[in-house]
């Protein structure tokens, strides 16, 4: 079966596509999402099922329209995977879906699933997962090397609307400990510079890492003593959950319902319900590493049924007995990945917009003109967006 992504961004096309393609099943990734690309891709690809997941700028509302306008119409099932539920539902979620009109809504969020078919979807829970050929254990970097290590953004925005969330009760048991005590944690994520009135005291600034990409991510798992790992509820698990235990991190998380559900503590991953307990825990085991390898390995072992390609093999059997593909195309093949732009470069000179790049300035930089860069990509004005892309002429 063909399966087309319509994503970009690391932290998606890396996981659930692979899943699909471990499971026998060709996938191609769209990369940004343009007016004079997503047609000629569709119609050269004939994808079986067409799949939209997460948030990111692939679903701006001007990008909506376009799924809406190129893939509504298809027949071609169409799936959607709301990751960001409960907390998103309604000022992302539902005006996505309203608008695009999946044929099928996965969610994160298990009570979202009623939710979601009250209002005339077809539904169904799908948790994160992990896949090792991203999220696996790396030798020690001394680039990433620390006792504690937290891999997390501090949404400070999300605070200002939502102050009782459970993430910053999370925070509070996990981190504000050491940040108050002066004992080092090192973040990368973004927005830790401004999360003092959150935790309750400025973080050092050699402290902070900063952005890190996300297939880097597992070297800090590899590297560190211990992962602190924050959860937003006590419901659900965090994507870097399964992929610090698919790293063969040392996972400390917060105790929650889904974790105990999910994982055995104590054997698996460590976790705290109090920063007293944090500070205990932290203390015994950086103190007994050989505790540590037997949980890290424990961890490793118990996540590995949490991989995407069981995920991939589990939309596929719930949306076949919903009626929108046969078993005869959800049998596995081959299954190949492909990105539309590595295609599209097989065929034409391709520019990725950079910032403050002008069409004019792209146009003196081939030597060909902006009509006619305009007239290739069927652009109705001259504005472009940085990591768009452009076909600059055929090879």
């Known amino acids: 079966m063909r399966i087309l992504f319509l994503e970009s961004d690391p932290m998606w096309i890396y996981g659930l596509p692979n899943g699909f393609a471990d499971a026998g ?37 001007k990008k909506r329209l376009v799924i809406k306008k ?13 990751t960001e539920d409960p907390g998103y539902t309604f000022t992302f979620s539902l005006p ?10 996965f969610t994160i969020c298990p009570p979202r699933v009623d939710f979601y078919r009250e209002k005339g979807y077809k539904a169904a829970h799908l948790d994160f997962g992990y896949h090792p050929k991203v999220h696996f254990p790396t030798e020690q970097d001394s680039n990433y090397d620390a006792s504690l290590a937290i891999v997390a953004n501090g949404y400070p925005t999300l605070y ?49 890492h900063g952005f890190l990409p996300y297939t880097e991510a597992n070297k800090v798992y590899s590297s560190a003593d211990i992962i602190l790992g924050v959860q937003n509820l006590d419901s659900q698990v965090t994507q870097r959950t399964y992929e610090i235990l698919g790293s063969g991190g040392f996972l400390l998380t917060n105790n929650t319902t889904k974790i105990r559900n999910l994982f055995t503590p104590g054997q698996d991953l460590v976790v705290s319900s109090s920063p007293e307990e944090t500070i205990k825990l932290v203390k015994y085991y950086l103190n007994h590493p050989e505790e540590r390898l037997e949980i890290k390995k424990a961890g490793a072992g118990a996540v590995k049924k ?7 093999k589990y939309i596929l059997e719930t949306i ?76």
């Open 320 to 395: 076949t007995n919903a009626g929108l593909i046969s078993k005869e195309k959800a049998a596995p093949g081959e299954g190949k990945w492909a990105y539309y732009i590595d295609i599209l470069r097989e065929t034409y000179e391709v520019h990725m917009i950079q910032p403050k790049e002008t069409l004019w300035s792209i146009s003196k930089k081939y030597g060909v003109s902006v009509e006619h860069i305009k007239k290739l990509n069927r652009l109705a004005t001259d504005m472009i967006a940085v990591n768009d892309y452009l076909k600059i002429r055929e090879k």
């Open 96 to 105: 996505l879906i309203e608008t695009i009109q999946p044929d099928f809504i």
């Open 25 to 61: 099943h060709d996938v191609m990734i769209s990369g940004p999402l343009l007016e004079a690309s997503l047609s000629d891709m569709i119609s050269s690809y004939k994808p079986d099922l067409i799949f939209t997941m997460g948030h990111t700028r692939e679903h701006s509302a």
């Open 70 to 82: 190129h893939v509504a119409h298809l027949g071609i099932p169409h799936i959607y995977w709301a």
């Open 306 to 312: 949490y991989s995407y390609e069981e995920r991939a």
């Open 160 to 208: 200002e609307k939502s102050p009782l969330y459970y993430r910053f009760e999370a925070l509070s048991n996990l981190l504000s400990p050491f940040v108050m005590d002066n004992l080092r944690i090192d973040f990368w994520g973004r927005y830790w510079d401004v999360m003092e009135h959150i935790i309750g005291k400025k973080i050092p600034a050699e402290w902070i």
